[in-house]
């Protein structure tokens, strides 16, 4: 089998699981849209499902991802996705041990969203599922240390890119809820979330962009780099989308929340929340060929 099929089977099944990732941290942190009141009862469980569907695809695309890295190494073809040797190989490298934790995290967070702790108190059960859950983006986020150049810098940098990583993740997961709260929440619930998650944007993405262009600097290591290597060249196309998500976000803080109040404040919010999501999978998609086919140039 051709190198640039197995190359695109590990693109998208990164892709999938970087998505089943931000659902889980979406639903962490905005747990209260997800679970709403009775009049919206049946479209939260439909909400649910769905979270639930895209963690279960990206715990497949986990397992899809390990053998076609094995597949890439012993380059014989799909037989070779499944030889016995280069199987154990793999299983006892960081391709493994990466593989073995993403599906850790991801089983504690499908425990957490389908189990019914029963306790005396509700909110003991709930700390207990939050604590599942934020279990589950720890060990998920560490998994982005083990392979990759990044594996080879030091511990600073590896917790910078846990933090990059996680930051992305609640930022990505929390648009799919926001739109959600655009249909489902009154005017005075619906601006309470948006001003507090624009505030805590605020700090969260400049944490991101810090912690992602040091890692940046790290990785192509000068300027020349940049603008000459495969490599700087894709981190520009992913830096010109961030950049871009950076304006949709804006717009949202100083134009389209404080007209909330209008009759068409709320769906022109809406369809915003829309083309910030499909940016945000760009920038994913992006991401995911960053990290699996275009490599830093030293």
């Not at 939260?44 to 895209?54: E, Q, Y």
């Not at 009154?186 to 998650?197: A, G, I, N, R, T």
Request: overall charge neutral; aromatic content about 12%; proline content about 1%.
């Amino acid at each position: 089998m051709e190198m640039y099929i197995w190359n695109t089977v590990i693109v998208l099944s990164k892709i999938v699981f970087y998505v089943g990732f931000a659902c889980i941290a979406g639903y962490t942190f905005f747990r209260q849209v997800f679970e709403q009141s009775e009049s919206h009862k049946n479209l939260a469980i439909a909400n649910l499902k769905w979270i639930r569907g895209s963690i279960v695809t990206a715990l497949i695309a986990n397992a899809i991802w390990f053998f076609a890295n094995t597949g890439a190494m012993a380059e014989e073809g799909i037989q070779g996705a499944f030889d016995p040797d280069i199987l154990d190989i793999m299983w006892h490298s960081s391709i493994g041990d990466g593989t073995l934790l993403k599906g850790l995290g991801l089983v504690l967070a499908i425990f957490a969203m389908t189990s019914h702790i029963k306790f005396k108190s509700v909110s003991l059960s709930n700390s207990i599922k939050q604590s599942i859950l934020g279990l589950s983006l720890i060990v998920l986020s560490y998994t982005f240390s083990l392979f990759g150049h990044v594996s080879e810098l030091g511990v600073f940098e590896k917790v910078l890119l846990m933090l990059h990583v996680l930051v992305m993740a609640w930022w990505f997961g929390s648009l799919f809820p926001l739109k959600q709260a655009c249909h489902e929440q009154d005017y005075e619930q619906l601006y309470s979330v948006m001003d507090k998650f624009g505030r805590q944007a605020s700090i969260a993405v400049s944490l991101l962009l810090v912690a992602g262009l040091w890692l940046a600097f790290q990785l192509v290591g000068t300027l020349a780099a940049l603008f000459s290597s495969s490599y700087g060249q894709t981190l520009l196309l992913k830096l010109a989308l961030v950049v871009s998500i950076l304006g949709i976000a804006a717009k949202h803080k100083l134009k389209l929340v404080p007209q909330l109040k209008n009759n068409d404040g709320r769906e022109a919010l809406s369809k915003s929340i829309s083309i910030e999501m499909v940016v945000a999978f760009a920038i994913l998609s992006v991401t995911a060929g960053l990290t699996s086919v275009v490599g830093p140039a030293n």
